[in-house]
């Protein structure tokens, strides 16, 4: 019940706020959550310095402020996502290049997309249906409180997008749906077993890094194709498409794994602002006798 009443009484109201509203509001969180909370200023501080040590803590100051402006926005922007119609989705999410996925779609084959926590990665789950002809699948992790689980399902799944559990992957991305489909993985999360993941070099430190795209794409010999988000202005993003991998079965061993997330690191590396510091992204350290493998680039 508690549920019910915190959605419609102050989430779906938020949802229905015109975005100079929205962003007010998004200005005053910012001063909530970082001049008075101060909300994981040591592991976002700590991240970056660690992730830029050439820079001076002025210039670590700078992006940490600039990431809690970022991050607020795009909380209130997902608070909007769940009424946001179908003419604004598209209106706020561009895919430039859809002809790159297209043409796979064409030839009759699955995809693996992959992508960061960086930028609004909401609005593109959102939009990225309705813009391209392969049906996108999405890998999330069921909510505890049922409610919010079948709010936040029914808001995701509205424009084409379908949700699959993390338990249920194997079996969906083997399922024939009558069409081409791609299955969409974050490769920048923390790894629950370090023991089990893939180890390498990533923004200057040891990371543990997710092997399952690249488990998949060699297992069923799938395209890998890069979702790469750039942030115009405020509230506005567009999409570009990259095939990182078109043939699986020649590369090596944790070869499709660096080049997504080297993609990631260009982006932080660009404006890392953007990037999702709050995540506890290096709390493993490397086991030992676990290999740490050379970078490709």
């Known amino acids: 019940m508690g549920s019910k009443i915190a959605y419609y009484l102050f989430i779906y109201p938020i949802s229905k706020l015109p975005y100079p509203l929205l962003y007010g509001l998004s200005n005053f969180l910012f001063f909530l959550?970082?001049?008075?909370?101060?909300?994981?200023?040591?592991?976002?501080?700590?991240?970056?310095?660690?992730?830029?040590?050439?820079?001076?803590?002025?210039?670590?100051?700078?992006?940490?402020?600039?990431?809690?402006?970022?991050?607020?926005?795009?909380?209130?922007?997902?608070?909007k996502s769940f009424t946001l119609s179908k003419e604004e989705a598209l209106k706020r999410f561009k895919l430039l290049n859809p002809e790159v996925v297209d043409k796979i779609y064409d030839e009759g084959r699955d995809i693996i997309f992959t992508g960061g926590h960086y930028n609004n990665w909401e609005i593109l789950a959102i939009s990225i249906g309705m813009?391209?002809?392969?049906?996108?699948?999405?890998?999330?992790?069921?909510?505890?409180?049922?409610?919010?689980?079948?709010?936040?399902r029914a808001s995701r799944e509205r424009y084409r997008l379908k949700l699959c559990p993390v338990k249920e992957v194997k079996k969906m991305i083997t399922t024939d749906f009558g069409e081409p489909k791609g299955t969409i993985f974050a490769v920048d999360q923390s790894p629950s077993n370090p023991e089990k993941s893939y180890w390498t070099t990533f923004l200057n430190q040891e990371t543990a890094m997710l092997y399952g795209a690249e488990k998949y794409a060699k297992e069923l010999n799938l395209p890998v194709v890069f979702c790469r988000i750039d942030k115009v202005k405020r509230g506005y993003y567009t999409g570009t498409m990259q095939v990182v991998c078109d043939d699986p079965s020649k590369t090596s061993y944790g070869?499709?794994?660096?080049?997504?997330n080297i993609e990631v690191e260009k982006q932080i590396q660009e404006d890392p602002q953007y990037w999702l510091w709050s995540h506890k992204r290096w709390k493993h350290k490397r086991?030992?006798?676990?290999?740490l493998h050379e970078r490709i680039d």
């Open 131 to 152: 813009q391209m002809k392969t049906l996108p699948f999405g890998i999330y992790k069921p909510l505890s409180n049922k409610f919010f689980d079948q709010i936040v």
């Open 33 to 79: 959550i970082y001049r008075l909370i101060g909300y994981r200023k040591a592991v976002v501080l700590g991240n970056i310095k660690q992730s830029f040590p050439e820079k001076s803590d002025e210039e670590h100051e700078k992006i940490m402020k600039d990431f809690y402006r970022h991050f607020c926005d795009f909380i209130l922007e997902s608070i």
């Open 255 to 260: 070869e499709i794994t660096q080049l997504c």
């Open 287 to 291: 086991p030992e006798g676990a290999i």
